[in-house]
């Protein structure tokens, strides 16, 4: 069942939320869970973000972490499909270096033939890995080159795309199927550029594409890059005006405590992963235990600076005052933790909090 909105970029602010929200999904594994606990929570919460008017779901490319089980978009993508009718479904994103254009035009034409009218290809240049991991998936140590390039892979995988490559071009007569080469409609997924610096807003502008930031992890180049990508802006088929939402690392509890014990967690985890110690979440028993040194603290502090967390009334202020001093279009909300309840709970209160409607009714 195709999306009910007409506009397949810019999304609908419902109930008392001043911009549209959505979600962005990591499919986190906690310590004591699996794989499959964290895809089925995030069946789960695709589920809520459906039911609860959220604008789009969102899965993001990551290699070799063992806290992170969202590898393959596509894969999950096609199964969100198949477990909902109406949110718009998409990659926040897809590292478009790791891969061939034509691959990645043969995956998301296969899943706009499968979910019609609420696809998005979100698409990044950086590896989403370590340097080693990225060139085992690229067979090649040229790693820079590859970023250097992704001007071009993203030409030649939007004619793939809309199958216009013209004549006498190397792949002309190479087609990406599903795709407008067997007819149809020619509907295909919108394009956005994602970026946590300046590179992608700048293009984004310059070819008239939706663009996503990274807040989440960027937080100090988010204004600036949005200021960037505004003024660069040129008018295009696919955007009169530029479109800029922002991803926004938030978690919501009961109180305040347990939101801190929450985001904690987290916070642990990516201090491990940035001194090249990966691994899966840990418990919030073991995150309050952790005997962080002098620099680790003020790791961590900056790092929980950057989300908003706490009650559903103070989750819903820092949200208000983050979209009014970035004038961002569109807030894309992930909430990491080491259980699936946690997060579940934190999207039930935060749509709570916007008194976002139930089942599709009307606000």
Request: glycine share 10%; charged share 20%; hydrophobic share 40%.
């Amino acid at each position: 069942m195709a999306d009910d909105r007409t506009d397949p970029i810019r999304g609908e602010a419902r109930g008392a939320a001043p911009v549209p929200l959505s979600v962005l999904d990591l499919v986190t594994v906690g310590v004591g869970r699996t794989a499959g606990d964290a895809l089925r929570a995030s069946t789960r919460i695709a589920r809520l973000a459906e039911d609860r008017g959220f604008t789009r779901f969102w899965v993001a490319e990551h290699h070799s972490m063992p806290g992170v089980a969202s590898t393959s978009p596509a894969v999950i993508l096609a199964h969100l499909a198949a477990h909902t009718e109406r949110v718009r479904l998409g990659s926040g994103g897809v590292m478009l270096p790791n891969h061939a254009p034509l691959v990645i035009a043969e995956q998301f034409g296969t899943l706009e033939a499968l979910a019609p009218g609420r696809v998005d290809l979100g698409l990044g240049r950086a590896p989403g890995t370590d340097g080693a991991t990225a060139a085992a998936l690229r067979r090649t140590d040229h790693l820079r080159e590859g970023a250097d390039e992704f001007p071009q892979q993203l030409a030649e995988l939007t004619r793939f795309l809309d199958d216009d490559f013209p004549q006498g071009h190397r792949y002309a007569r190479i087609h990406a199927v599903p795709g407008p080469v067997q007819g149809g409609d020619g509907g295909r997924p919108p394009i956005w550029l994602l970026g946590s610096s300046g590179f992608s807003a700048r293009l984004a502008g310059q070819l008239g594409l939706p663009f996503a930031f990274a807040h989440h992890f960027s937080a100090a180049n988010t204004v600036p890059a949005l200021e960037l990508y505004r003024s660069t802006f040129r008018p295009s088929a696919a955007l009169a005006e530029p479109y800029a939402l922002i991803g926004v690392a938030a978690l919501a509890a009961e109180d305040e405590r347990e939101a801190r014990r929450q985001v904690l967690t987290g916070a642990l985890s990516m201090l491990r992963l940035r001194t090249g110690r990966p691994g899966l979440v840990p418990t919030p028993e073991e995150a309050e235990a952790y005997e962080f040194s002098a620099v680790e603290r003020d790791f961590v502090d900056g790092w929980l600076g950057n989300i908003v967390h706490g009650t559903p009334d103070a989750v819903r202020d820092g949200l208000d005052a983050l979209t009014k001093r970035t004038g961002a279009d569109e807030l894309m909300i992930t909430a990491n933790a080491h259980t699936p309840e946690a997060r579940v709970r934190s999207y039930e209160l935060i749509a709570d909090a916007y008194a976002l409607p139930s089942a599709g009714a009307d606000t």
